[in-house]
C-alpha cells in the first residue's frame, strides 16, 4: 500500500484492512477515533471499540514534516522504519517492556500498537510527586537488555555490522547533534531562556572553554562511536508506567552509539526531577525529603542494577563462548576485568551525557516540565543555576567519578535533601 | 554487463568494449596480456600495447572467493567496490598519490587503472636498502588529507553518515578483527611461528593479561569508531614508489574507523624493517647506521608531518567555518585545545594499532619477508622477539608516549642504531 497520511476516518478504514485487527477488534461496527498525538512529530490515534473499551489500539503514522511547525518543515516519513526497527529489536529481549506490535508498514510509516491505558507518561506523574516502584529495575533492565544484545560482545560481526548500516538515522540524530550538543552552548536563534537568568549565567556555560571542549567530545562521542543499539531519548517522557509495569515507548531516534547516552539521558532527567523537587515539593504542601530520597535512591539503583545487569549478560555469555582468546591460566579473571573496565567507561560517558542533556533543558529550545512550567520565575532560575553548575561540573569532571554515590552526593551538595 | 571472471583471454575482449581504452591504446591489435597478482586475494593483468610499451592498464578483478585457497574460500567478490570507491574518492584529495581510474564496473568487480611502470612496491626494496626520500611526506599528506576530509571535522553530518553506511566492508574488516586482532594472541591453527621462537617467547604474548586486554581494547576501537575513511591496509606492501614519485594502492579494505589504524599500520611496518636491518644491512655489506637512521627519521618524520598536515587542515577549516560555537573571547584557543587533543588522542591510537600490526606480524598467519626471509633462523628469532617485546609495551603504555621520539627512542632501545 504506497504511502497516505491517514485521518480521523481513513484511519478505521486502514485498520479494517488490516487482518491482524481481528484479533483484536470483535467488531469494527462502532469503533472510536481520537487524536492523542503531543503534536511535535507525529499522528497518534486512539482507536477504541465503543462497545468493548478493552479492544483498543494506538496508530502512530509519521508524516512527511515535523509536525509542530508543518510542512515547510521537511523531515523524512522514513523515521517511522527506525521506530519499527526498534520496537522489533527490543520486543526479543525485554518484551514486557514494550508495547506489543499488532502491525506495522514500512510504507505507511505507520505502526499498530497495544494501547496502554493504564500507564501513564512518567514525566507528568513524577511533576505530581508520583512513586513508580518499578522504575529503576524495569529501566534498567530494558537498558542492560537491549544495549548489552546490539554490541560486538554478543552480535557476530557481520549482524553487528549490518544492522549499523540499517540504523543509520540521519535525520534523527542531526536533531540531538545540533539540540542537545551545540545550539545551547552557542548564541543560537533556536535557545530561549527564562529572563531570570542572567548574562553572566548563560555565560557561565556559553563562554567556558573546558566545558565547551568536553561537550564538543561528548558530541563526537555521539557522532562516531557505533557501541550498540540506542533508544536515543530516553529521558522520563519516553516511559510510561504504573505501579506494577513499565513501557518503554518511541524509539524513533534509535541508531548506533555509545551505550552511556541512553543511560545518561535518563539520571540526568532524574537529577533535574530531584531539583525541581525542591520547589515542587512544598507546593504540594509535603515535607520534601521522602519524594527526592527516592528520586535520587532511584538514580543510584538505576544504575548500580543497570551495572549488575549488563554485566551479567556478558559474563554467562563469555562463559558460554569461552573463547580461545581467554583460554589461558588467569584469562578468565583478565576477562573479568575487561568488562570492569569496559563499564567503568560507560559510566564516565554516562556522566558525560547525562550533563549535555540537563544543560540543554535550560539553555535549549526543548525544555522539561518539571522546570520549566514553576511558574515563580526567580525560584525556576535558582533550579536552572544548580543544573547548570552540576551539568558543568559533571562534563568536565566526568572521569573521575568512580561511583554514583559521587554522583548524588554532588546533586545534594547544590540542592541538599532535607 | 553481468559479472563474468575474465582470464587472459577475455581480459582483451573486455578491454576493446570498454570506451575509455581507446585513449589508452592506439590500436588493440597487438596487446601482450600478463597475470601479475600476487596471488592471494584477486587477478591482476597487465595489459601493454607491444608496439607502444608506453601504452599500458592495469586490470584488476575480484573473484567470489580467497584466490590462495580457492573456491572452498568464498569471499564476496564485491570487496573491489570497496577498492574502487576509496580509489575514487582519494582522487579527489590527493589525485597524484594514487593510480589514474581509466574505467571502474561494479559488475563486473573490476578496475582498470595506471599502470605504475616505473615504480615497485616499496617492501621489496626496502628489503633490498633502497631510500626513498619522499615516503615521509607524501605518505602523511595521503593520510591527512583522506583522513581529514572523510571526518564529521569536515564532512556535513549526512554525507558522513551515509558514506559510512556505502563502507561497511563486512568481510574484509572480519579480516583484520580475526589476524590482526585476535588469532596471533591465543591458540589458533591460524598461526605459524619461527620453531627458534620458544613457548616462553609465544607466552610472553599469548598468556600476558595486561597486553591482551590492550589487544582487545583496540580491536574493540578498531570495530567502533567509524571516524574516517581508512585505506584500512597500509602496510608497505600497499605503497608503490621510486626516488620523485609515490602511490598508495590497493584499498580494497576500506571502512570507516579509528584514524590511529592507517599511520599505526605504517609507522609498525618502519620500526619492523627497522629492527630486520640489524641483520640485512650487515648481510648486504654495509655499515647499518645510515639506512636504519632513514628508516627512523622516516617514522618520526611521517607523523611529525602528519600532524602538521591534519592540524593545518583543520585549522583552515575551522577558520573558514567560523562556527558559532567558538565565538566568544577565548574561542580560537579552544579550538586551537580541541584539535591538540583530538591529535594526541590520535597519537595513543596510532601506536597502539602500530603495536598489534608488529606482533601479528611475528606470531600470526601474514608474515612480514623484511624478517621472515631472513635466512639464519636464530637471527631471525632474536629480531622477532624485539618486535613482539616492542609491541608488548607499546600497545600497554600507548596512552603514556609524549612524542613520536620516545617511541623510536624505544626502537633504539631494543636495537641500537650504531
Known sequence: MPYKQLDQDSV?????????????FSSFDNLNVSEIGDGNLNFVYNVTNNEKPKETVIVKQAVPFLRIVGESWPLPKERMNFEIMALQHAAKYC????????HASHEMCLIIMQNLTDHKVIRGEIIQGKYFPRLAEDTSTYMAENLFHTTDWFLD?????????????VDLCKITEDFVFTNPYEKSDTNSFNPELTQENIDFIQKDSELKLAVA??????????????????????????????????????????????????????????????HRQKLLGNEPYQYRKWLLDTVEATWELFEQKFDKLWADHQEKENLPYWQYEGGKEAAAEQRKRFIRKIFSDTVGFAACKMMRRILGLAKVADIADIEDLKERARIERMTLKMGKQMVINRDSYSSIQELTALAKELSPLV
Open 157 to 169: 560481526h557481520k549482524t553487528k555490522k549490518e544492522l549499523v548500516g540499517k540504523f543509520i538515522n
Open 12 to 24: 478505521i478504514e486502514y485498520i479494517k484492512s488490516v487482518p491482524e485487527m481481528k484479533q483484536v
Open 95 to 102: 518484551p514486557a517492556l514494550v508495547p506489543e506490535i499488532y
Open 217 to 278: 567530545e561528548m558530541k563526537y562521542k555521539f557522532m562516531n562511536n557505533a557501541e550498540a543499539l540506542l533508544h536515543g531519548d530516553l529521558h522520563i517522557g519516553s516511559i510510561m508506567a504504573n505501579e506494577d509495569e513499565t513501557y518503554v515507548i518511541d524509539p524513533e531516534f534509535a541508531f548506533f552509539g555509545p551505550i552511556g547516552f541512553d543511560i545518561g539521558a535518563f539520571i540526568g532527567n532524574l537529577i533535574m526531577a530531584y531539583f525541581s523537587h525542591e
